[in-house]
T-cell receptor, first 114, second 115 residues
Framework: NAGVTQTPKFRVLKTGQSMTLLCAQD?????MYWYRQDPGMGLRLIHY???????AKGEVPDGYNVSRLKKQNFLLGLESAAPSQTSVYFC?????????????FGPGTRLTVL | AQSVTQLDSQVPVFEEAPVELRCNYS??????LFWYVQYPNQGLQLLLK??????LVKGINGFEAEFNKSQTSFHLRKPSVHISDTAEYFC?????????????FGKGTKLTVNP
């Protein structure tokens, strides 16, 4: 099993450009999450999904959109990138039930917006 | 809303010394608690978790943590650290909002193990 994979690993954008980050998981998890990690800030939840076709806002959703058309994939979009979106982005997934609740993380995407 | 406070942003220790990384949380309901580790340029990996039962939880790599409900703490300990334990450690609490499970993370503690 590959677990949680993220594409791309690195990206440099200019202000105003758009891009999509792809997250894929092969563990049949119901829940998927997108976080951003900034120095000294820990991980902050951007958006999450509790199942195929559903999405919800997290703590810092502004400037991002997401889609979950297939259970195994969760896409994060930046429509018009800003320097404040320079960060490391992590995707995670988990089962729905609390008894097995543990989030599995991908390796991250390092995004720089110039 | 729940919150997590990691009291030390950086902890330097010498190899083979004991270490304790402190974590306090705020919550008015029962919680699940987690410690994750992040090695340089990698994603997060679960060290251990407390869901219920014994308040002393053992995890991977010789780490353990103790849940203290009265002090709302979940401190991480290791009796003898190795150079390879150098990493950033995150404490997290589950937050069941809107019927779905989310984690609230602390800001992290960077553990540096020196020879």
């Amino acid at each position: 099993n590959a677990g949680v994979t993220q594409t791309p690993k690195f990206r440099v954008l200019k202000t105003g450009q758009s891009m999509t980050l792809l997250c894929a998981q092969d563990m049949n998890h119901e829940y998927m999450y997108w976080y951003r990690q900034d120095p000294g800030m820990g991980l902050r939840l951007i958006h999450y999904s509790v199942g195929e076709g559903t999405t919800a806002k997290g703590e810092v959703p502004d400037g991002y959109n997401v889609s979950r058309l297939k259970k195994q994939n969760f896409l994060l979009g930046l429509e018009s990138a800003a320097p404040s979106q320079t960060s490391v982005y992590f995707c995670a997934s988990s089962y729905w039930d609390r008894a097995r609740h543990e989030q599995f993380f991908g390796p991250g995407t390092r995004l720089t917006v110039l | 809303a729940q919150s997590v406070t990691q009291l030390d942003s950086q902890v330097p220790v010498f190899e083979e010394a004991p270490v304790e990384l402190r974590c306090n949380y705020s919550s008015s309901v029962s919680v699940y608690l987690f410690w994750y580790v992040q090695y340089p340029n990698q994603g997060l990996q679960l060290l251990l978790k407390y869901l219920s039962g014994s308040t002393l939880v053992k995890g991977i790599n010789g780490f353990e943590a103790e849940f203290n409900k009265s002090q709302t703490s979940f401190h991480l300990r290791k009796p003898s650290v190795h150079i390879s334990d150098t990493a950033e450690y995150f404490c997290a609490v589950s937050d069941l909002m809107g019927g779905s499970e989310k984690l609230v993370f602390g800001k992290g503690t960077k553990l540096t193990v020196n020879p």
